[in-house]
């Protein structure tokens, strides 16, 4: 098993990750954990339609908007607690929030979908 660290940056925020390589059975694990979390939670999206996921596990602490409202690009729509930090989670693209997917004190995982504009 291999370690390594890195520094990844998300929307200007630096985070340090560590990463595990894992075997190949583990993969398989991880890959049908994956599959089955994503049909459940995602639906498919027209194309005007723009996903805002979770860009990391945490807790949804607010949610600023409700469906039918409009927001300009970079408005936060919502606060999600990640390692004891609040995170922003702001609108990628100018347009109307036609759901949310998502509760304040809800538990997320990284990309699971929250909102769509």
């Keep these: 098993m291999t370690i390594k660290k890195y520094a ?10 560590t990463l595990e390589e894992l075997s190949d ?3 398989q694990v991880y ?3 994956s599959n089955q979390a994503s049909h459940t939670s995602q639906r498919a999206m027209t194309s005007n339609e723009h996903p805002v996921v979770a860009p990391m596990a945490g ?7 409700k469906v039918g409202d409009s927001v300009k ?3 936060t729509l919502c606060l999600l607690e990640a390692m004891k ?3 922003q989670i702001v609108a990628p693209v100018d347009g109307v929030v036609t759901s949310v997917h998502v509760t304040k004190g809800q538990g997320v995982e990284s990309n ?3 909102i769509v504009i």
């Design 8 to 17: 990844v940056t998300v929307d200007g925020q630096t985070y340090q990750v």
């Design 73 to 75: 690009k970079g408005e």
């Design 85 to 87: 930090m609040e995170n």
């Design 31 to 33: 890959e049908k954990a």
């Design 25 to 27: 059975s583990a993969v």
């Design 59 to 65: 807790t949804i602490l607010e949610i600023t908007v």
């Design 112 to 114: 699971q979908l929250l």
